[in-house]
């Protein structure tokens, strides 16, 4: 059986932290930032955590599970 492969897209996006829960960015953050407050911008750059009801896709997506 073939070697199982990891989603290139998913590798570059997502992180594991110590805990095991998986860490992302937020998105809106890239262009188009004249009309965005800057508290917005400022909530943006933060990290986040997966919502609970996608975690096991991006697990599926990084081969984790």
Do not use: C, W, Y
């Not at 290139?8 to 829960?21: D, E, I, Q, V």
């Not at 400022?42 to 096991?56: G, N, P």
Request: glycine residues 2%; hydrophobic residues 30%; aromatic residues 4%.
């Amino acid at each position: 059986m073939p070697k199982q492969k990891t989603k290139s897209s998913a590798k570059k996006r997502f992180k594991l932290t110590a805990t095991g829960k998986i860490k992302r960015k937020h998105a809106f953050k890239s262009h188009i930032l004249t009309k965005k407050s800057k508290k917005r911008k400022k909530a943006l750059t933060k990290m986040a955590l997966v919502h609970k009801a996608d975690e096991s896709n991006v697990k599926q997506m990084l081969r984790l599970k």
